[in-house]
């Protein structure tokens, strides 16, 4: 596997334990749906949390966050509409990105809530 997907993977795996250290629920990892992969949903309280998860191994070339593009943001409501409707949530939905930049051995991880879309 190369470097960038290894470090893809740890960075979701920080920001799954970093949810659940806040009190999230996790209900689903990589949920596909047509073209659509969403990192996390995870749930706290009434409100289903969307969150992409963008990590790098250095902020050099710009914060991880703005490396979410409107395509991947049309991409993600259309599969998180799906999982409402096949799940028949009666929730709040709100995105997430959590911003995960390896510096050595640690992880300086920044959870921007209610990101980019509400409804």
Known sequence: MADHNELGK???KQAVQFLQKNGYRILQTNYVFQKAEIDIIAQIGNILAIVE????????FGSPQDFVNPKKIQL???????YIITNDLDVEARFDIIAIVKRGVDYDIQHLTDAFYHF
């Open 76 to 82: 993600l409501v259309k599969a998180i509409n799906e």
């Open 10 to 12: 740890e960075g979701e």
């Open 53 to 60: 998860v963008k990590t790098r191994s250095t902020a050099e």
